[in-house]
């Protein structure tokens, strides 16, 4: 039997780490996110409950949400063995252009009010990233500030129809003189979805000083702070509007848009189009069939329409009917590189992701959003070389399967 001995202290120093190094507060923070699902819960506990559950949320009883993600843990891989993956392409082509990863940031409102960085974060990683990311009509940062903030970024600039169709066309005109390569119609919104959580918290943008809201300000001392000590919270193209989403959303969004408001767009718009919010196959060949370059198959990550079709689910249909005339996304549900590799093969062209990004910002700001990033580039590449796939471009449906439910 070995005799025992108690170590020396010039043995134990070098397996003794305090785990804290040089880093900042938010990169300890960010260090122990691995998925993001780590992400996410980091971010509940660094933002307000009722801006959180704004993220988070979906419309009336969050079915559409929750059958969609459900959707993708239905996603069987079939892999190969024997393959050479020690190199793999996650490149992926999408509107003319290479993307370095096969996805895009979605267009998401009120970006600032998650963290003051906002939507400057997001485009400054998508540019690192080789990604697009898309500006929303309610957007908190406006088209010329986004612009300025990722300069070599691919931007996609999304837009609602309004009433006024005259401002509509004053922010298309004002993204294309900003750079963007692409427009995103959204057509899934004529009227505001029952986000209820939103309603039970009475959040408005920006948000009312009330005495609920003073209470959770000792909660989180940080988000308070950058809301008051930066920028104002607003709308970038609605000046001085305070209120709910519904409320703005059934003020000013045109629920008599009809397929000529896309052909008004079209002749306006010299690049890309793609209409974002398609539930159904005969809709993709309408929209494809009066200038559509792309389409989203998109349940507004299930927060307008509840007990809509799941994306992923419809996808085969949207692509038989659209048969190569249009491109075709997918988004709502995706919080892994496994989910967005599983629609690449069923024959997405791309996925636009919202959550997952979010879920970076609350936890760490533009440092987060790059964490999500990274997280999702390195499973969507362990991924490929654990199925035996080379590339992204060599994704077929004969990869996967979705088992029944």
């Known amino acids: 039997m070995p ?67 459900e959707a993708f843990r239905r996603a069987e891989f079939r892999p190969r063995a024997l393959q050479d993956v020690s190199k793999v392409d996650t490149s992926r082509e999408m509107l003319g252009s290479r993307s370095d990863l096969p996805f895009v940031f979605a267009p998401t409102g009120f970006t600032r009010m998650m963290h003051h960085e906002g939507e400057r974060a997001v485009v400054r990683v998508a540019e690192r ?23 070599q970024a691919r931007k996609w600039f999304q837009l609602y129809v309004w009433k006024d169709r005259g401002a509509g066309a004053e922010l298309v005109s004002r993204a294309a003189e900003s750079g963007f390569e692409a427009l995103i119609l959204t057509v899934d919104t004529a009227v505001a979805g029952a986000r209820l959580r939103d309603a039970r918290h009475g959040l408005t943008i920006p948000p ?22 930066t920028e104002p919270l607003r709308y970038a193209t609605l000046a001085g509007w ?46 494809a069939d009066h200038g559509a370059d792309a389409v989203v198959v998109s349940c507004h990550g299930g927060r307008q329409l509840d007990r809509a079709p799941v994306p992923l689910e ?17 988004d709502t549900g995706i919080l892994t590189g496994a989910d967005i590799l599983a629609a690449v093969a069923m024959g997405a062209r791309g996925c636009l992701i919202g959550r ?15 964490r999500a990033a990274r997280i999702l580039r390195a499973e969507i590449t362990r991924t490929l070389q654990l199925m035996g796939v080379r590339a992204v471009d060599e994704l077929t449906p004969g990869h996967v399967r979705l088992r029944q439910a």
């Open 3 to 69: 005799q025992r001995q108690l170590p020396r202290w010039s043995e134990l120093r070098p397996l003794i780490g305090t785990g804290l190094g040089t880093r900042s507060p938010v990169e300890r923070r960010l260090s122990a996110a691995h998925e993001i699902a780590d992400l996410r819960a980091i971010a509940r506990r660094r933002v307000p409950r009722a801006v959180f559950d704004y993220t988070e949320g979906a419309a009336e009883q969050e079915i559409t949400l929750r059958r969609a993600r």
């Open 129 to 151: 990233f080789g990604v697009p990311f898309g500006l929303s009509t309610m957007a908190t940062t406006s088209i010329e500030d986004a612009a300025a903030a990722g300069p």
């Open 208 to 229: 009312s000083l009330t005495p609920r809201t003073i209470a959770d300000a000792a909660l989180h001392p940080a988000w308070w702070f950058n809301l008051l000590t």
């Open 242 to 287: 305070h209120g709910t989403l519904a409320d703005m959303v059934n003020k000013m969004f045109d629920p008599s848009v009809t397929i000529d408001d896309l052909a008004w767009l079209r002749s306006m718009w010299p690049g890309p189009l793609i209409v974002k919010g398609i539930q159904n196959e005969q809709d993709a060949r309408l929209v």
């Open 314 to 330: 419809l996808l085969p249909a949207v692509l038989d009917a659209v048969g190569g005339d249009a491109e075709v996304y997918l």
């Open 356 to 370: 997952a990004f979010l879920y970076g910002l609350m936890a760490g700001g533009e440092r987060g959003v790059e």
